[in-house]
């Protein structure tokens, strides 16, 4: 269970193979094709599972095609990587058939965002670190998109370490413990179930596309009478895009603000993570320093 010592999955060596999967919505072929020759240029080997690139309603398969995509790239020992085309809506569907699968098929990296935040708390089941990152849809972007930059280097064996300038609305403070979470409203529904990631000390990572402010708030409540935020270690809040203000708050960092300040762990806010072009990857379920201060916010890794 997610709740020991977490294993770092082995870095990515030249030629380390690469596998696509769409566990969630469907995606234009295009990007995959794109990011599949991005991925060539750094010197890796890429395999596009069978249904990455399919189309059933607004999935890229049926539940059990997408299973079966998962379940091959995950139970091949020599895929290394297992890169998600882009979120959307499913990758839940997907959970309690893998959690059945043995612990070897989570030793190698899962990297994306949004929606697939449902799999990083698979894999914190499983003591397991992954990535919060770039997925194919935005790798293909290529120059356009160089934070994906990065994010191979750490996949390498690289620093993955955060900087970032201070924030107004930022609480100074130090806070120790793993990193959880990611997109909120998916967090939400985790929350209360085998695959829910919080536990004491741990520091929440929260970000979040098109919810309105309101229901961001109604999401927090609902983590606060789960007893999460009495939990917490420190609180990271990456971006809230593609919302706007409303007749009780100007801005949604306003609203979490005010939330939290009957609480008294660190709070860093505007991180750069999330529906944004600098999305900086960021290890999940992996025990880090959270330092906020007057001068800055620096996140580094034990």
């Known amino acids: 269970m997610g709740n020991g010592e977490m294993r770092m999955p082995p870095s990515l060596r030249r030629g380390g193979k690469v596998a696509i999967v769409s566990p969630a919505s469907k995606i234009e072929p295009g990007l995959i094709d794109a990011a599949v020759g991005q991925l060539q240029r750094e010197e890796l080997e890429v395999v596009v599972m069978p249904h990455a690139k399919g189309v059933c309603g607004s999935f890229s398969g049926s539940r059990e095609e997408r299973l079966e995509d998962m379940r091959r790239a995950m139970e091949d020992d020599t895929v290394r990587c297992i890169l998600c085309s ?11 058939e893998l959690d059945r699968l043995p612990g070897r098929c989570f030793d190698k990296w899962l990297v994306g965002f949004s929606d697939i935040t449902a ?22 972007m290529g120059e356009e998109f160089p934070f994906y930059r990065t994010e191979i280097k750490i996949l390498r064996g690289g620093d993955a370490g955060l900087e970032c300038a201070a924030d107004g609305f930022n609480r100074e403070g130090v806070a120790e413990g793993k990193i959880v979470g990611g997109n ?7 929350i209360g179930t085998p695959f829910d990631p919080v ?85 999940l379920n992996r025990r880090a320093r959270l330092a906020v201060g007057a001068e800055g916010v620096m996140v580094g890794y034990e």
Request: glycine share 12%; aromatic share 12%.
């Open 86 to 96: 882009r979120g959307g809506y499913g990758a839940v569907h997907l959970l309690d």
């Open 119 to 140: 799999l990083h708390a698979l894999w914190w089941k499983h003591g397991v670190v992954s990535m919060h990152g770039a997925m194919a849809k935005y790798i293909g």
């Open 184 to 190: 909120l409203a998916v967090m939400g529904g985790l």
């Open 199 to 283: 536990e004491d000390g741990c520091i929440l990572f929260i970000e979040d596309i098109a919810e309105p402010i309101y229901k961001v708030e109604r999401i927090l409540w609902q983590l606060r009478l789960r007893g999460v935020f009495d939990r917490l270690g420190g609180l990271m809040v990456g971006q809230f895009t593609d919302y706007r203000p409303s007749a009780d708050w100007q801005s949604m960092e306003a609203m979490i603000t005010s939330f939290v300040k009957g609480y008294r762990f660190p709070v860093a806010m505007n991180l750069p993570v999330g529906h944004i072009d600098n999305n900086h990857p960021l290890l």
